[in-house]
């Protein structure tokens, strides 16, 4: 995947090897190259020292020390002449190179700057076409090289720039992606290599996606008479309809962040006493892997804030079901199966995460609607339901489809 994202080149983590815009004597300088030496320390600059310099377009390898990543590549970009003495082919060799260069080294996640446009002076939205292209056409020709390549840019104009150049790719049809992801057998091997680590680079973006659905949006739509798909989820019991949905679901065992969870419920409920600094609580839940006893730990938290939990709540199913939905490719399949259908959590008893209601009570035998969403509300009861945990599942639903395409 290629992704272009605003941040500190050397403070990005899960990549194993970052790329420097150095000059051709390798002994640091300004800009990226000055950042970079000064984050690794002393000792860049003395492995450097042995390598003869680089001359334009070539790129070369050293470790990286205090860095968090294994390696460093450093590459020379050419000054900008007014685009008249090669400078665009240079700058698509340094790409090229520093790509061949992490083949060569066993590298599959790279992060690049932007080469060139800082103190080289190359504009920046010639440099951004030259260097997404020419990374998208090798990645095409080395299919299986690389998991992630990153442009890390500093200010919000550069990374807008690139995100454009990408988009420019994507909209052709060409992206890397793209053109991967039409033969099956590749598109199986990605789902299967998604991780975590690697999708939490969209975290400046996943506000849109968090509350993207929430139960106004629905009514909206209800009432203004579109017809829509419905598919509803429960009970996490063996043989329950769409059971793999439901937060107390145990299958394969969820990872997140180094961390292993039997259910999404007990990384909710985790999550919950750490977030209210209840480490007591948190040993407990973590230490126990029934559903039933996570929620009941979670409802003994001290120092629990209702309007606090209500802004965090939904934040934390996401990361949840994401950690889910990457760590078994059956239910991410499931998933993305149900299209654009509305994902109702179809509980009688839960009128917050699900919808009050049965199935048999919302929907009618053709699938339509029974009840109209704003009058959702748990038995003797007229407070609005919410289906928190359906209008999330569908967020990510729509965040996995962003990445591997319609």
């Keep these: 995947m290629i992704f272009a994202i605003k941040g500190d080149i050397t403070k990005i983590t899960d990549v194993q090897a970052i790329v420097n815009a150095a000059n051709e004597s390798l002994l640091g300088g300004g800009g990226v190259d000055g950042a970079i030496h000064y984050a690794a320390g002393p000792e860049l600059l003395e492995e450097c020292r042995t390598l003869g310099g680089c001359r334009m377009g070539e790129a070369k390898i050293t470790k990286a020390y205090n860095l968090p990543c294994d390696y460093v590549i450093h590459t020379v970009g050419p000054r900008w002449h007014g685009g008249s003495r090669g400078e665009a082919d240079t700058l698509r060799d340094c790409y090229i190179n520093s790509l061949k260069v992490a083949i060569d080294n066993g590298i599959r996640t790279i992060a690049f700057p932007s080469i060139s446009t800082g103190a080289f002076g190359y504009p920046v939205e010639e440099a951004a076409s030259v260097a997404v292209n020419a990374v998208n056409e090798f990645l095409i020709e080395n299919s299986d090289k690389f998991d992630d ?118 990384y909710m409920m985790s999550e919950k006493a750490l977030l209210f600094n ?60 149900t299209e654009d259908a509305v994902l109702v959590e179809a509980s009688p008893t839960d009128d917050i995460y699900g919808a009050g209601m049965e199935k048999k009570d919302l929907l009618n035998p053709d699938g339509t609607l029974k009840v109209l969403p704003q009058n959702w509300h748990k038995k003797d009861s007229t407070r609005q339901a919410e289906n928190n945990l359906g209008f999330v599942l569908m967020g990510v639903r729509d965040l996995f489809r962003d990445i591997v395409g319609d």
């Design 278 to 337: 209840d480490l007591e609580v948190y040993e407990k839940i973590m230490k126990d892997p029934d559903p039933h006893n996570s929620k009941a730990l979670g409802r003994t938290v001290k120092n629990f804030n209702g309007d606090l939990w209500d802004k965090c709540f939904r934040e934390i199913i996401f990361h949840g079901n994401l950690g889910k939905m990457q760590s078994d490719i059956k239910i991410l399949n499931a998933l993305l199966e």
């Design 149 to 266: 390549v990153y442009w890390i840019l500093f200010d919000n104009y550069t990374c807008s720039v690139y995100d454009k150049a990408i988009k420019n790719i994507q909209d052709s049809g060409n992206l890397y992606l793209d053109v991967m992801l039409k033969n099956p057998d590749i598109m199986d091997a990605f789902l299967e290599a998604i991780d975590l680590g690697n999708l939490g680079v969209i975290a400046p973006h996943k506000d849109k996606y968090i509350y993207r659905y929430d139960i106004n949006w629905l009514i909206d739509k209800a009432n203004s008479g579109e017809k829509l798909k419905y598919v509803t989820f429960w009970k996490a019991d063996e043989g329950c309809e769409n059971n793999y949905f439901g937060q107390w679901y145990s299958g394969k065992p969820i990872v997140i962040n180094g961390r292993e969870y039997a259910t999404a419920e007990q």
